[in-house]
C-alpha cells in the first residue's frame, strides 16, 4: 500500500512539475534511453575493428568516458536542484491555496483579483474546485470570465 502511494506520489509530483514547465519529461526519459543505443553501438564497432584499431579505441574513449561522467553528475545534479526548487514552490503554493481557502471567499475573490492573472491562475487551479468556483463567482463578471478561459487552457494543456 505505501508503495502505491509513494508511485502515486512522484505520478502527481511529476505531472505538476511537467505541466508547471519545470521539467521535460520527454528529455528526461531520452537522457535514460540513449544509453542504450551507445552500448548497442560500442558492441557493433567491436565486432567490426582490428585489434590494433581496439586498442586505438579505448585510449581514444578514456578522456570520453570521463566527460561523460562528469556531464551527467553535472546533469544530476542540475536535476536534483530543479526538483528541489520545484518542490520548494509547490509547497509555497500550497500555503498560501491554503490561506487564501481560509479567508472570507469574498475578500479572497477581492485580493485574487488584484493579482496577475497567470498568479491568480495558478492559485484558482491548486485550490479546491468547489472553493475556487465561490471564489470566481465574487469576481467581477469580466475577470472571473478570463480567468475561467485561462484556466481551462491551463487543463488542456
Given amino acids: 500500500m505505501v508503495i502505491l502511494l509513494v508511485v502515486v506520489y512522484f505520478l502527481v509530483l511529476f505531472t505538476t512539475l511537467s505541466f508547471a514547465g519545470v521539467i521535460n519529461i520527454k528529455s528526461i526519459i531520452g537522457r535514460f534511453s540513449k544509453p542504450k543505443e551507445k552500448v548497442e553501438t560500442a558492441e557493433v ?4 575493428t582490428t585489434p590494433t584499431a581496439e586498442a586505438e579505441t579505448k585510449t581514444e574513449d578514456a578522456p570520453t568516458k570521463e566527460e561523460a561522467a562528469i556531464k551527467e553528475d553535472t546533469t544530476e545534479t542540475a536535476v536534483a536542484e530543479t526538483t528541489a526548487t520545484a518542490e ?4 509555497q503554493l500550497d500555503k498560501v491555496v491554503k490561506i487564501y481557502e481560509a479567508m472570507d471567499v469574498e475578500k479572497a475573490a477581492d485580493i485574487i483579483s ?12 491548486a485550490m479546491n474546485e468547489e472553493i475556487a468556483a465561490e471564489v470566481l463567482a465574487e469576481m467581477e463578471p469580466s475577470k472571473a470570465a478570463i480567468l475561467s478561459q485561462q484556466l481551462r487552457l491551463k487543463l488542456d494543456n
Fill in 45 to 48: 564497432a567491436k565486432e567490426k
Fill in 88 to 91: 520548494a514552490k509547490i509547497k
Fill in 114 to 125: 488584484q493579482l496577475s492573472d497567470e498568479e491568480a491562475v495558478e492559485i484558482l487551479n
